[in-house]
Structure formats: C-alpha cells, structure tokens
C-alpha cells in the first residue's frame, strides 16, 4: 500500500529544550520539564521507527500530550488559558511548501566566510606545514601542491559566487556583476588547470565541475556585459555578448550531463536542476530577444563577428583567503609535562613481522535534499 496512497512528506520540528531558567524554582515543575523533553523526543522517534505499531504511537502521543497540556489550559478546567501558554515557541516545517531555505543575510554572510576561512586554512597548510612532513606527499594525494592549490582557488570561487547572487539580488550595477561573474569563472579555469595535469581516471569527475562552474560564470559575464553594452547604446555589441553567452550557457548545460555521468569520488550534485542555473538561460534569452528588437526598431547597428573581450576588472566583492594560523599551544604543556615524556623508554618496532594496514572506514555523509528550490534567494 506504500506505493499506492499519496502521502505528504512528515512535518519535521525543531529541537524544544523545555529549559527555563529562573522559572522552574522546583522539583516537581523541574521533573515536568524533563519529562516533556524525553517523552517529545521519544514520539518524534516513533515516526521513522519501522517496528512502531498504532498501540505504540497512541501511547507515546498521550504521555507527551498529557504532559503538554499544562502549558495550554488552566488547571482548574475552566476556559482560561494556562500562564505559561506562550513561554515556549515550536517551529515545525509546511507539509506542501516543506522548509523554506531562503538564506537569510547572516546566513549568506556565514557561508562567504567559511569558504574564505577554509581557503586561508588550506593556504597556511601550503605554505607553512606541509614543507616539513617527514615523507613529503606523493603525487596525486591530498597533500600534494596541485590539488591544494585546486582547493584554495575553489574556496575563493564558491565564496564569490555567494557575492555574486547578493549583487544580483540586491539589482548592484550589471557592470559589477558581469566583472565579479568574470573574476570568478577565471578562478575556477585556473583550479581546473592546476588538476590539468593529474591523472584523468581520479581528477576527471572534479574538473568537469570545474569547467562547467567556468562556462556557467562565463555565460553570466557575457550576459551582464550585454545588458552594460545596451545601456551605452552599443546594441549590436550588446547581442553579440549575448550570442557569446548563450552559447557559453549550452556548454555549461552539456557539461552538467556530463559531469553526471562520469565516475569519480565524491557525491554528485547536480546545479543544472537548480533555479538559479535555470535562470540564467531564461535570463539570457530575454535579454538577447530584447537587444534585438531594439536594435530593429532604433538603433539598427550591425553585430559583430567576433565577441566582445572581456577585460573586466572588479573593483569590489573579490575574496581573498582569510590568514589562519593554529592556536598557541594549551597552558598544560610546561617543561615538566614535555620531560614526563621519556622516548628512551619507547618500546621498539619489531620489523620482522608485517603489520596488518589499518582500515579507515569512509565518513557517512548525510543526504542534504532542500526541499524547496529558491535560486539562492538572500532575504
């Protein structure tokens, strides 16, 4: 019957503490409290527990809801509400319109810089410790110069593309869009070519990424540099920027069935069902379709055969790696501690005997699936 009855997606909830602080001046109300938070988690547990039947759910639901129930009525059964009817906010998602992601400012803020954190990370690693490992890293491996360089330029062209999508919905200058869309698909052509040179059967899923990222910035370069072009009048520039864009944009969509395809490690995602790939395409179709029905009407200038040369630079948004440098060592290390560390006592390696290689169990990641699509949205 599972695959017969529609069924809406569960309401999911945020976590409820029942701590008040100050308020509970008690044992008996501190009990209550407990209660309510072991019995709520208890009957949110049920509904994702195969093994529950209806006796189970019914029995869990009463114990939380007969606890709950002091805090919505008066205790003496008349109408009046309880006093602490309002001491306690629950936040539940909308069972059609599910979590709406919409990332608030500090959100989007914490996003930028994290990525611009990880990237100073990465580059004090570069600079500063991996010199000095005692086996220097092999080719191809995490630690090698290629592959953190790829990272370093990533982190900086993800946060930019979170700069990006706040130009754009705050309606910044099309000049300034079209140089931050510019500078960050050049950063993710020069990740691509520090992997150029790695072996395709490990770095050929991660740098079609790469270069879909750089035709889908390109696009959006060319597409807000026709719509600068327009404004200065240059209408038959203006639709060949757009041309370069919209050809620059089916690459990027072609890239994204093959980036699907190829195998490689790590989760694929998949950003040309996302909206604010899809509308780019739209946004360069209706763009391209006005420059040329003002270029029939007014400006009648003739379209150039080559495409305009993108040679824009942005004054503003550009992210730099944020210096990181490790935490002083912790108040416990003295002398004394250092010395109570007696190498000579080191018990020594019996190389005779081949020792099994220890198995390192991959990380579960979870499944992050938004449940609604905002195209970036930035409230």
């Given at each position: 019957m599972t695959h017969w009855f529609h069924r809406n997606p569960l309401k999911a909830t945020a976590p409820v503490s029942f701590n008040y602080y100050g308020v509970v001046t008690g044992p008996a109300a501190s009990k209550i409290c407990s209660d309510l938070r072991s019995s709520r988690a208890r009957l949110l547990e049920l509904f994702t527990d195969l093994s529950c039947n209806p006796e189970m759910m019914k029995n869990a639901a009463d114990s939380y809801f007969s606890l709950l129930q002091g805090f919505i009525?008066?205790?003496?059964?008349?109408?009046?509400?309880?006093?602490?009817?309002y001491i306690q906010n629950f936040k539940w998602t909308d069972t059609l319109q599910g979590q709406v992601p919409s990332i608030t400012e500090d959100e989007a803020k914490e996003v930028h810089r994290s990525l611009k954190i990880a990237a100073g990370i990465f580059k004090h690693l570069k600079e500063s410790h991996i010199p000095k490992l005692i086996t220097p890293a092999e080719k191809?491996?995490?630690?090698?110069?290629?592959?953190?360089?790829?990272?370093?330029?990533?982190?900086?062209?993800?946060?930019?593309?979170?700069?990006?999508?706040?130009?754009?919905?705050?309606?910044?200058a099309p000049g300034l869009i079209a140089a931050l869309a510019y500078e960050t698909a050049n950063f993710y052509q020069k990740a691509d070519h520090a992997?150029?040179?790695?072996?395709?059967?490990?770095?050929?899923?991660?740098?079609k990424y790469l270069h879909l990222k750089m035709c889908f910035y390109t696009a959006y370069a060319y597409c807000y540099h026709g719509q600068t072009l327009l404004a200065s009048d240059k209408c038959g520039e203006a639709i060949r920027s757009l041309q370069e864009a919209e050809k620059f944009y089916a690459k990027a969509e072609a890239l994204c069935k093959e980036y699907g395809e190829t195998k490689g490690p790590g989760p694929t995602v998949k950003p040309s069902g996302h909206l604010f790939f899809r509308k780019l395409g739209n946004l360069v179709?209706?763009?391209?379709?006005?420059?040329?029905?003002?270029?029939?009407?007014?400006?009648?200038?003739?379209?150039?055969?080559?495409?305009?040369?993108?040679?824009?630079?942005?004054?503003?948004?550009?992210?730099e790696p944020v210096p990181f440098e490790f935490p002083p060592p912790s108040a416990h290390w003295t002398p004394e501690t250092l010395a109570a560390f007696d190498l000579t006592k080191r018990p020594k390696d019996d190389s005779a005997k081949p020792k099994p290689e220890e198995v390192v169990k991959p990380v579960k990641e979870p499944d992050i699936k938004p449940q609604k699509d905002t195209g970036c949205y930035i409230s």
């Open positions: 009525n008066s205790l003496d059964e008349s109408t009046q509400e309880s006093k602490l009817r191809g491996r995490d630690l090698e110069a290629r592959l953190i360089e790829a990272y370093i330029i990533q982190c900086q062209a993800e946060a930019q593309e979170v700069t990006i999508a706040r130009a754009i919905e705050l309606k910044h992997l150029s040179s790695l072996e395709p059967a490990y770095s050929a899923k991660w740098r179709k209706n763009t391209l379709e006005k420059c040329q029905r003002e270029n029939g009407f007014i400006y009648f200038q003739k379209v150039p055969t080559e495409a305009p040369q993108l040679e824009l630079k942005a004054n503003y948004g550009l992210v």
